[in-house]
């Protein structure tokens, strides 16, 4: 079975030290893409040197993530957009609005994800949306952009079934993760309410790795674990599901 991790993040320092075993391990449970969100300014260097050494089957995206935006976001973000002019990104991402921890910042991450989403849309690529704690706040910035060919995936979605709806109506994909393996986490009864074709499959590693592993580092290879969960959701074989989220996240990400 084929699968794409639409959303990992390799690069980091949790890799160091089996980044090449983690991704032959990926490779031989099926996984023919890895797409990489970057952080900031800080993690954009070592997520091209990532894409460079596995170049057949990682892929970057550029933007600036929530919990980075701080006083120096206006400088961060000409910075990171210069690169677009030199490098070829998937998709603008991750960006959105965090308010898990704190809200201090909540006006310039507005600001922020409205200006990430323009460039986006000019450089017609799909964005990767960071919603947690924030679903009224990012529906809001959205919708100012109706009809202009915004598209891209809800990152990690841990929204109810009227989230979901609405950002589906918007056109975009849910990215589904270890998440909806956890014990009364309630997504799959949020999934029931929408078919798999609006669906992308993503582990966040190092992040949110899926039961049995929950607490320890995720990585791409438990792919095939979130795509059993979600078929036995659906009540479909596994065969299925991987081939109808692999073919949304071809066609999302234009590989």
């Known amino acids: 079975m084929p699968f794409i991790d639409t959303h990992t993040h390799l690069y980091l320092p949790e890799f160091s030290e089996d980044r090449d075993e983690a991704v032959d391990r990926a490779i031989s449970t099926g996984v023919s893409a890895m797409l990489m969100p970057n952080i900031d ?90 919603s947690r704690n924030s679903f009224p706040e990012v529906f809001s910035v959205l919708d100012e952009f109706a009809g202009q060919r915004l598209r891209g995936v809800f990152h990690a979605f841990s929204g109810n079934a009227d989230d979901a709806a609405r950002a589906v109506r918007m056109g975009f994909r849910l990215g589904i993760g270890g998440i909806v393996t956890f014990k009364n986490s309630g997504l799959d009864r949020v999934l029931e309410t929408i078919g798999p074709e609006n669906l992308v499959l993503e582990t966040d590693s190092p992040y949110l790795a899926p039961e049995p592993y929950r607490g320890k580092r995720n990585e791409s290879s438990y792919i095939c674990i979130i795509n059993k969960k979600i078929a036995d959701i659906y009540g479909m074989n596994e065969e299925d599901i991987a081939g109808i989220t692999y073919a949304s996240s071809v066609s999302l990400f234009n590989l």
């Open 41 to 130: 300014i800080h993690s954009v260097g070592r997520m091209m040197e990532t894409e460079n050494r596995y170049k057949s089957i990682c892929y970057s995206m550029i933007g600036l993530h929530p919990t980075s935006v701080k006083e120096d976001y206006l400088s961060q973000l000409e910075e990171l957009e210069s690169l677009f002019n030199n490098h070829k990104f998937i998709a603008i991402g991750e960006i959105g609005i965090d308010l898990y921890r704190d809200n201090s910042f909540i006006a310039e991450q507005i600001v922020v994800l409205r200006r990430q989403v323009t460039f986006a849309i000019s450089k017609d690529l799909p964005v990767v949306i960071h």
